[in-house]
């Protein structure tokens, strides 16, 4: 058990390198603004749910064993989790709000929910084709 949990630690670990790479991506390119870090933060979770459609489609839980199972939570707990960024994007979105960006904050909140369960059911939808 202290194998596993270490084991998403780290791939977390990895996920969240990801996310904060392209947090400063959007810095380096847009200069920080609310905008870049919008898109940036969208994107990343809409990326991330398309992922973990892949990865439930690919392996769904009914028919795991135990490694793959691992290897599931591995993925969609640690790297994925660390990936997307849900709790940032209700802390950007008051932030947006606080700086008086409401339609920003109001597209944040709309297209997050709309095209991430979008790319969730298309990574989904995808690996059930195959």
């Known amino acids: 058990m202290l194998l596993k949990v270490l084991l998403v630690m780290l791939f977390g670990a990895v996920g969240c390198g990801l996310r904060f790479l392209s947090l400063e ?8 603004t609310p ?13 991330g749910c398309f992922l973990i459609g892949l990865l439930y489609g690919h392996w769904p839980a009914h028919s795991l064993d135990e490694t793959t199972r691992w290897w599931r939570d591995c993925i969609s707990i640690g790297l994925l989790g660390g990936y997307t960024t849900f709790s940032a994007f209700s802390a950007q979105t008051i932030d947006l709000l606080e700086r ?3 339609v920003l904050a109001a597209a944040n909140m709309v297209l997050s929910l709309v095209l991430c369960l979008a790319a969730t059911w298309s990574g989904l939808s995808l690996m059930r084709l195959t």
């Open 35 to 47: 905008e870049k870090i919008f898109w940036s933060t969208l994107g990343v979770n809409v990326v």
């Open 100 to 102: 008086g960006h409401f």
């Open 25 to 32: 991506m959007a810095a380096h390119f847009g200069g920080g």
